[in-house]
T-cell receptor
Framework: DTGVSQNPRHKITKRGQNVTFRCDPISEHNRLYWYRQTLGQGPEFLTYFQNEAQLEKSRLLSDRFSAERPKGSFSTLEIQRTEQGDSAMYLC????????????FGPGTRLTVT | RKEVEQDPGPFNVPEGATVAFNCTYSNSASQSFFWYRQDCRKEPKLLMSVYSSGNEDGRFTAQLNRASQYISLLIRDSKLSDSATYLCVVNSGGGFKTIFGAGTRLFVKA
């Protein structure tokens, strides 16, 4: 399968715990995006990488959130000290460089904070 | 005002109907535009890009009006399998600033 993959697909955690999600983009794609989606809303942009450089972060991304993309391949999104409001679907997408290049999404990681 | 606004829906239509979705965006510097489809509890999938000249893909037609900052999607001869949420997407800032609308839910009934 050459699409975007994400792991884990589901995560249930207790408030205050740290969680880490992984995204493996389509191998030729040099741009990688993270989004958060809650019920009834469209995906909200969190952050974006071009190769290994994190070039933009949304104001939605509090200090508890950090993302990395070492070597410009896979990416991780870590949430520290989770809160119930962090419960959402976390989506990763990848694309080629350029505004006309479409983004392809992974299946997402559904986070539930209890 | 939201940066990208879509018809709130839901739309309930019979099979074979023609249905149109509308989307407006606030950033006049926006550069590229897309429609995505999202099935329940699945990831968004690209339906089509939207070009200034308009584009058509089978039963689907997308239009862009830059002057009015308006995008539309027309679905002809609706199928049961078209039931999904349709997301309007606008890119700016060299492509990385991607804003999704909240989506419009479509139900096609037999």
């Amino acid at each position: 399968d050459t699409g975007v993959s994400q792991n884990p697909r589901h995560k249930i955690t207790k408030r205050g715990q740290n969680v880490t999600f992984r995204c493996d983009p389509i191998s030729e794609h040099n741009r990688l995006y993270w989004y958060r989606q809650t019920l009834g809303q469209g995906p909200e942009f969190l952050t974006y990488f071009q190769n290994e450089a994190q070039l933009e972060k949304s104001r939605l991304l509090s200090d508890r959130f950090s993302a990395e993309r070492p070597k410009g391949s896979f990416s991780t999104l870590e949430i520290q000290r989770t809160e119930q409001g962090d419960s959402a679907m976390y989506l990763c997408a990848s694309s080629f460089f350029g505004e006309d290049y479409e983004q392809y999404f992974g299946p997402g990681t559904r986070l539930t904070v209890t | 005002r939201k940066e990208v606004e879509q018809d709130p829906g839901p739309f309930n239509v019979p099979e074979g109907a023609t249905v149109a979705f509308n989307c407006t965006y606030s950033n006049s510097a926006s550069q590229s535009f897309f429609w995505y489809r999202q099935d329940c509890r699945k990831e968004p999938k690209l339906l089509m890009s939207v070009y200034s000249s308009g584009n058509e893909d089978g039963r689907f037609t997308a239009q862009l009006n830059r002057a009015s900052q308006y995008i539309s999607l027309l679905i002809r001869d609706s199928k049961l399998s078209d039931s999904a949420t349709y997301l309007c997407v606008v890119n700016s800032g060299g492509g990385f600033k991607t804003i999704f609308g909240a989506g419009t839910r479509l139900f096609v009934k037999a």
